[in-house]
């Protein structure tokens, strides 16, 4: 039913719509108005938006993607949404550079370049001074000395500074992020000294015997003479990506199971970005780094835990009942790289979580592998007592999680074959045991191969 009102009563001005340059035909006699104009406009305004919002994301992609990331600049939930939007598109987010980012995300072909603005604890003044000081002597910085000889060290404190080295922002001119860390605070001192000395018109002793007295320019880009800490190795990556998950919401330049990505094809799980596609109750496994463990008691008393879980496509919540809980909590530990099985259940607000049945860590999965010459491969007879030996050591189903392959053949003529699930296995030293005694050649080994 359309609500009328009375406009001169309301003493309401003329309705236009949108593209309308006279009085609407929503305008009725005796000067009545439809009450839903406003709403057809508004719902016209917003589907024209849409439209031009679809057209920039087909047609500008890296564009509209690095617009979106520099509006979310100071939301690491929604940088980390992007980021992930990113690599579905196949663009790639470059790590920060102190040479080369500026404050907004900047789109770089088919790449964007992380932007200032987005690292914890930075601050737009200091950015600002950065960016000065790059854009002054049009040149980039060349060590950490250069950087704070260049910048306001009062707009710029220390710790921004071990924010642009631990993100990696400083990779490019020294890539030990911990010997930069250790060399910061001496490294500080000195250029508030030497940028005093410079204001007093007192010069160094080495600066001036370095190179040509006479040319200033060489003099205050003289960097030899800059204090150093006793060398050290370098963070681990695992210290590295930490720090970076910290102040950025992600890991930017690597994701912790990046390097057994491959290797755990093997087993094949699906991403934490398709769990969305799969119907709920669906029986899954994935790869995952566990972020955080929330443990809790039911009213029996009977310990259980949610669970925050990402890989490299995104995050999800987990929930660990009573029983799997009291089974599997020795490994549910943070920061922990598990192989998680269960299944998907979809909550009302429409997202997914998992409810593990089972969980090990990455590093302790094993496989059997079992060598098979063509004569073997294509033996009926071979091909039956294998099959007979594999649903035996199988069992139950939901309890068999211990991938088998075949090496068929040798030489430049090999090939793997991976038995489908119904034929891996509970426990790898009994099938081995078992296939060797049925004469076949078998061994156990890591689905993960420490270097």
Not at 47 to 53: P, S
Not at 89 to 100: C, G, S, T
Not at 186 to 203: H, L, P, Y
Request: proline share 3%.
């Amino acid at each position: 039913m359309v609500k009328i009102i009375d406009r001169k009563s309301l003493n309401l001005q003329p309705v236009y719509d949108i593209g309308v340059e006279k009085n609407h035909n929503f305008v009725l006699a005796n000067g009545l108005v439809a009450s839903n104009c406003f709403n057809k406009s508004h719902s016209t305004a917003y589907a024209y938006v849409t439209y031009q919002t679809a057209y920039l994301k087909a047609n500008y992609p890296v564009e509209y993607m690095a617009a979106l990331l520099t509006a979310s600049s100071d939301n690491k939930e929604k940088i980390e949404k992007y980021r992930e939007n990113c690599q579905r598109m196949n663009i790639e987010v470059l790590p920060p550079d102190i040479n080369r980012s500026n404050l907004e995300f900047t789109p770089i072909g088919k790449q964007i370049l992380f932007g200032l603005s987005a690292i914890a604890g930075l601050g737009e003044k200091a950015i600002e001074n950065i960016l000065r000081a790059r854009e002054e002597s049009e040149e980039k910085f060349t060590s950490l000395a250069d950087f704070c000889s260049r910048i306001d060290l009062e707009a710029v404190k220390k710790s921004p500074i071990e924010n642009l080295i631990l993100v990696g922002a400083f990779d490019c001119i020294n890539c030990n992020r911990h010997q930069l860390i250790n060399d910061l605070e001496i490294t500080i001192n000195w250029a508030k000294k030497r940028a005093k000395d410079k204001e007093s018109g007192q010069m160094n002793l080495f600066d001036l015997l370095g190179g040509n007295n006479s040319d200033k320019t060489s003099q205050e880009k003289n960097f030899d003479q800059a204090p150093s800490t006793t060398p050290v190795e370098d963070y681990s990556l695992v210290e590295k990506l930490k720090k970076e998950k910290e102040l950025l919401g992600f890991y930017i330049s690597e994701h912790p199971l990046t390097s057994i990505q491959k290797s755990t094809q093997i087993l094949s799980p699906i991403n934490i970005s398709e769990l969305s596609e799969q119907k709920s109750r669906k029986k899954v496994s994935t790869i995952v780094i566990l972020n955080s463990v929330k443990k809790i008691n039911t009213k029996q008393g009977k310990a259980m835990a949610f669970l925050s879980i990402e890989d490299i496509s995104g995050e999800a919540e987990a929930v660990v009942f009573p029983d799997t809980y009291e089974k599997i909590q020795h490994c549910l530990i943070e920061d922990a790289h598990l192989i998680i099985w269960g299944k998907i259940e979809r909550k009302e607000d429409n997202k997914n979580q998992i409810i593990v049945d089972d969980a090990e860590p990455i590093e302790k999965v094993n496989m059997v592998m079992i060598r098979l010459n063509l004569q073997e491969a294509t033996d009926t007879l071979k091909q039956q007592n294998l099959k007979g030996i594999l649903q035996e050591q199988s069992g139950d189903k939901n309890k068999a999680k211990i991938p088998v392959i075949g090496i068929v053949g040798s030489g430049e003529q090999r090939q793997l074959v991976r038995f489908g699930q119904n034929y891996w296995v509970q426990n790898e030293h009994t099938t081995v045991e078992a296939l060797c005694h049925a004469g076949f050649s078998a061994y156990a080994m890591p689905l993960i191969v420490n270097s």
